[in-house]
């Protein structure tokens, strides 16, 4: 569900340019990341907290993730 919310919020505003990283895990984490690859990956997955926060902050400042 999280992730279809995700993508919904993406299309409702497509002036937003810095690329997104959401922090899944849990059981329908399979099932999210098929979500979002079949969207053509527009959000990146990153189960580990620390490394999507430093992926997080890297695309704040510009850098790619």
Do not use: S, W
Request: glycine share 8%; no cysteine.
């Amino acid at each position: 569900e999280i992730a279809r919310l995700l993508l919904i919020a993406l299309e409702r505003v497509p002036q937003f340019k810095t690329p997104v990283v959401a922090r899944m895990i849990g059981n329908n984490y399979d099932a999210a990341r098929a979500i979002i690859a079949a969207a053509g990956d527009p959000i990146r997955v990153e189960p580990d907290l620390e490394k999507a926060i430093a992926l997080a902050i890297t695309n704040a400042k510009g850098g790619a993730g």
